[in-house]
């Protein structure tokens, strides 16, 4: 994949009510090296503040080929946050980006990252959380070349420890499971005391 420019086109939407600027991102022209465009990506849901905020507009391999993928926020209103992102990945055939579905609806409401040594997809979901207990579930996803198939979940309850007002450690439950043949097989569960002093050093 030879060095592409990536150039963004937006349009500023800005309310008297608004503390500060917002853009909606209308599309991303790609160049190669000649400045000849490649491909132009319109097909973009509400996209907040491209410009401002240089790291919502970002690259990672999302399906492990060695080519970076596109991914980009999406802001159905301007108080959900940065998520569900909206994913372009690499056609290595048709030499272009393509619209991957699968990924938004995988990162719909939820935290999607990437382990490019283990070849993984690891989706994060906050289940409960407060000052003093966080239940979360983390999902690990392979990708076979068309779709994701999940392997491996970890259910996780943590109990906050404190003394009196200061923080000292953990109590960790974690039930670890792999998808094997169809079913969900336990593979090993945690339940373990960490303090502080352990996790941070």
């Known amino acids: 994949m030879p060095e592409y420019t990536f150039e963004l086109e937006a349009i500023e939407n800005r309310t008297e009510e608004d503390a500060i600027f917002y853009f909606n991102l209308l599309d991303i022209t790609i160049k190669d090296p000649d400045g000849t465009i490649i491909q132009q990506i319109n ?6 503040d491209p410009i401002r905020n240089e ?8 399906n492990f080929d060695g080519f970076a993928d596109i ?3 999406y802001y159905p209103d301007r108080l959900t946050g940065g998520l569900p992102r909206q994913f372009w990945l690499w056609d290595t055939e048709l030499e272009q980006y393509v619209k991957n579905e699968e990924l938004a609806e995988l990162a719909h409401g939820d935290y ?3 382990d490019a040594v283990e070849k993984t997809l ?4 906050e ?4 000052h003093s207990h966080l239940s979360d579930l983390e999902e690990f996803y392979t990708y076979n070349g068309d779709t994701y198939d999940i392997v491996k979940r970890i259910f996780g309850d943590t109990e906050y420890i404190y003394d009196g007002t200061e923080h000292i450690g953990w109590n ?3 039930i670890i499971e792999e998808f094997v043949d ?3 097989v336990l593979v090993s569960e945690i339940q373990e005391y960490r303090t502080v002093e352990e996790v941070y050093g």
């Open 172 to 174: 960790v439950h974690d």
């Open 182 to 184: 169809g079913e969900w």
């Open 55 to 62: 790291w919502k507009f970002f690259f990672t391999d999302w």
């Open 122 to 125: 690891r989706k994060y979901t």
């Open 127 to 130: 289940i409960y959380s407060n």
């Open 43 to 48: 097909d973009i849901e509400v996209y907040d």
């Open 112 to 114: 999607l990252s990437t």
């Open 71 to 73: 991914s980009v926020p």
